[in-house]
């Protein structure tokens, strides 16, 4: 876990480019999941390498370096800079040597991450590499793929992993891979780390995944790896000097942030009788919770207010809402670090009780969008930064309702106004032109409504009903490049755009519609941002169990979760 105990709106994180101006070398990179001592290795600056025989202590000597025969394809520039900015020349005979580079040897310098990868639309989650190296060399089979699918640059240093290709590789440009993917379900890519896109999805190997930040990334079996090993002593005292620095990588962890982001969670009526019942403030997320505290950001989309006086009211069908402050003890064991305020219960106990708990939340650090003391405050964005990338959140309230008698016995609106706290008012005009102008400010724009979800006849649909569905597109095509629905009490379709996704309802977290099997599970997508761009999204589902807890979902009920969103979505 990368998340520290920060509950500021703004993250930062620098991240450190050891290959700048390197003639277009990889950056460098190292496991997010590694150990401090690996992760700062990574981390070093550039070293002054003094060699024995130097004329002058602050003028390095030229180190010699031969290439073996099956050395992989390393960049000159990647050697130069793990050395220390060291003066390289390449030798064709062992004797002049000072270093040997090749496929095996002492010290790794250079890595290139493979990742298998399907479509988007995958149910597939991951594979063994065992199952990898018996369809390559065509000796066994799977149900899981018949086809592999390289970048076709990759072929030298694949085969000295997995062993020479079968007829049942067959290697690609990388620009055809993700068609060639979509039009064979029964097939998988491989392709560099940096290399991914929202159209494809990074799969599991051996239960290890590239787009995770908990990564070993020296425990990644699909690297093409090149190692320098010291001839003389000259070259002992090069990589002495580099001591235990992680090779340079088309990897970086520090370039990598991890969002996951949540649909419904309103801890009152039945979730809120269970707390009471189990004596835990956290019980809801007991399960779920540490998954997503692990994401660098977790966002919760909380649909009411925490209410020093509220009071648990199970009645059926009761409609307004409060949390006890105590139940926050969810939200803080799911990592939560920012909560958006688009839910049409915020003032469901007046607007008194509205501000007290926006005071609440600024008391515990969290900052909150979509929801605010006024219509001004409720429309502004929040920046997250973290790991080099920024993030720009915003969020409005399409749904209303524009007046109603709040448990108070107050006539209320859910939408802030000049003096009045609320959700933000969605109005399409206004929120297309914030993000327009936050596309200058931000690497990635991610806007959340809460929409009308249900049909004419009052059921949730899975397809996005038709002011949705435009709405939606219209924010994606202002410029947003994650569009997510958090009105949904079930999940509902996505859809591919350029290099964005509209996700058109998430479903239910923390809340108690038990009565029915959709709206018993959910949708988290966990979302990969790679150097400032979306490069993976992949859907965790969740059931709510009867006695209100979330658990993960068997993967037999996530293929069929999964199966009916994708059945009604478009790519």
């Known amino acids: 876990m990368r998340k520290s105990a920060r509950r500021l709106a703004a993250l930062c994180v620098l991240t450190l480019s050891l290959l700048a101006g390197c003639n277009g070398a990889p950056t460098p990179t190292e496991d997010a999941g590694a150990s401090a001592s690996s992760t700062e290795a990574t981390r070093k600056p550039a070293l002054a390498i003094n060699l024995v025989g130097a004329a002058r202590s602050d003028e390095p000597a030229t180190l010699k370096i031969i290439r073996d025969a099956d050395a992989p394809e390393t960049p000159e520039g990647a050697v130069q800079t793990f050395l220390g900015d060291a003066k390289i020349e390449y030798v064709t005979i062992e004797a002049d040597a000072d270093l040997r580079l090749g496929s095996e040897g002492a010290t790794p310098v250079y890595e290139q991450i493979v ?120 070259g002992e005292k090069a990589l002495a000097a580099v001591g235990e620095r992680a090779p340079l990588s088309n990897r970086d962890p520090d370039k990598l942030t991890v969002l996951v982001m949540t649909g419904v969670t309103a801890m009152a009526r039945g979730t809120a009788a269970a707390i009471e019942r189990s004596g835990d403030n956290a019980f809801p997320a007991r399960i779920i919770g540490p998954e997503l505290a692990a994401a660098d950001i977790t966002i919760v989309s909380n649909e009411i207010s925490f209410e020093k006086d509220c009071v648990v009211n199970n ?118 032109a914030a993000i327009r102008e936050l596309r200058s400010q931000a690497d990635l724009v991610l806007a959340e409504v809460q929409h009308t979800e249900f049909d004419a006849a009052g059921a949730y649909t899975i397809a996005p009903i038709p002011q949705q569905e435009s709405d939606f597109e219209a924010l994606k095509a202002a410029g947003a490049d994650i569009v997510t629905g958090v009105q949904a009490h079930a999940p509902q379709a996505v859809e591919l755009r350029g290099d964005g996704i509209i996700l058109y309802g998430l479903g239910n977290l923390y809340f108690d519609q038990t009565w029915s099997w959709r709206t018993r599970t959910g949708l988290i997508p966990r979302h990969a941002i790679y150097d400032g761009r979306l490069i993976n999204t992949e859907f965790l589902v969740t059931v709510i169990e009867p006695d209100m807890q979330l658990r993960w979902a068997t993967p037999e009920e996530r293929i069929g979760v999964l199966k009916t969103i994708f059945e009604s979505s478009r790519w």
């Not at 991914?196 to 079996?221: C, F, I, K, Y």
Request: proline fraction near 8%; hydrophobic fraction near 40%.
């Open 115 to 234: 990742t298998p990868a399907d479509r988007f639309s995958s149910v597939l989650s991951g594979i063994s590499l065992d199952e990898l190296k018996g369809v390559w060399a065509g000796k066994t089979e799977t149900p899981n793929f018949e086809m592999i699918y390289p970048d076709q640059s990759l072929m030298p240093g694949l085969e000295q992993l997995l062993g020479p290709a079968s007829a049942n590789v067959t290697p690609k440009p990388l620009t055809e891979l993700t068609m060639t993917i979509w039009n064979d379900p029964m097939g998988l890519v491989l392709l560099p780390f940096q290399e991914l896109t929202p159209r494809l999805l990074a799969l599991r190997l051996d239960g290890m995944s590239v787009v995770d930040n908990r990564l070993v990334q020296s425990e990644w079996p699909l690297a093409v790896r090149s190692y320098l090993t010291p001839l003389t002593p000259n």
């Open 315 to 432: 009645t059926l069908n009761n409609l307004l809402l409060c949390s006890k402050p105590e139940y926050y003890a969810a939200l803080e064991f799911s990592g939560v670090d920012a909560v958006g305020l688009s839910g049409n219960h915020q003032n469901d106990f007046g607007y008194a009780n509205m501000l007290e708990s926006l005071e609440f939340y600024k008391e515990k650090g969290i900052p909150t969008y979509a929801g605010g003391a006024n219509d001004k405050e409720a429309l502004a964005p929040i920046f997250i930064e973290d790991h080099g990338n920024k993030l720009a959140f915003l969020g409005a309230n399409q749904y209303g309702p524009a007046s109603y008698t709040s448990g108070t016995g107050e006539v209320v609106s859910a939408w802030a106004g000049p003096d009045n706290p609320g959700s933000a008012p969605f109005n399409l005009e206004q929120m297309s």
